[in-house]
């Protein structure tokens, strides 16, 4: 399978993209949808949270990013803060895509995904006591799953919307992220000049 950056953007613009919940009751943050590999098998770069005592997210997967400070200049300038901060990746390595929309938390956080192109030029380094480590999941596997589960044209519930992949399972927001981005590039794999498998 190989994705064109092209593909991508026009898959955005051709869906409607969910948008950020009305009433100020939710935190903002964000995290970046990292794709690379992209000529090859396109993967996507995920973390595993530490497995600390009390953390509403313990040993969850979820996508490098976090909350947006006041002192951030909007919610894209907070995404690209976060990936340097987490995983050591520099703005000038990822290739800004666009936004796919807002998604929201059970613990009250709106969180709005950012893809982009990640070059591999970085070297990824991350705090153990934060991230257990970083997997790198191919595109192809989550699209089989989704096909397989079913998954296309439907939102199941959260107790059968998971991504299984080697030893982890991919649930909750991170899985709903994962479901919306399947569901937006679907119509790609009919096209040739957009995806090959």
């Not at 770069?45 to 909007?74: C, F």
């Not at 044209?153 to 992220?177: C, F, S």
């Not at 009919?190 to 090959?196: A, M, S």
Request: proline share 7%.
């Amino acid at each position: 399978m190989t994705i064109t950056a092209s593909c991508l953007k026009q898959s955005l613009h051709d869906t409607i993209l969910p948008e950020p919940p009305a009433g100020d009751g939710f935190k903002a943050a964000c995290v970046f949808l990292l794709i690379f590999n992209l000529d090859k098998r396109p993967l996507i770069l995920a973390i595993q949270k530490a497995d600390n005592e009390g953390y509403p997210w313990r040993n969850q997967m979820a996508l490098p990013g976090g909350h947006v400070d006041k002192s951030d200049t909007g919610h894209l300038n907070a995404a690209y803060r976060e990936l340097e901060e987490e995983v050591n990746i520099p703005p000038e390595h990822v290739e800004f895509v666009g936004s796919m929309g807002h998604f929201q938390t059970i613990f009250g956080r709106d969180v709005e995904v950012f893809i982009g192109l990640w070059n591999e030029k970085s070297h990824v380094v991350y705090d153990p006591a934060e991230i257990s480590r970083m997997i790198k999941i191919p595109i192809d596997h989550l699209v089989k799953t989704h096909q397989q589960e079913n998954f296309a044209g439907r939102m199941p519930d959260v107790y059968t919307l998971i991504y299984p992949y080697e030893d982890i399972t991919i649930w909750g927001l991170t899985a709903k992220i994962l479901h919306f981005f399947i569901e937006m590039m679907l119509p790609c794999l009919k096209n040739p000049d957009c995806i090959h498998l």
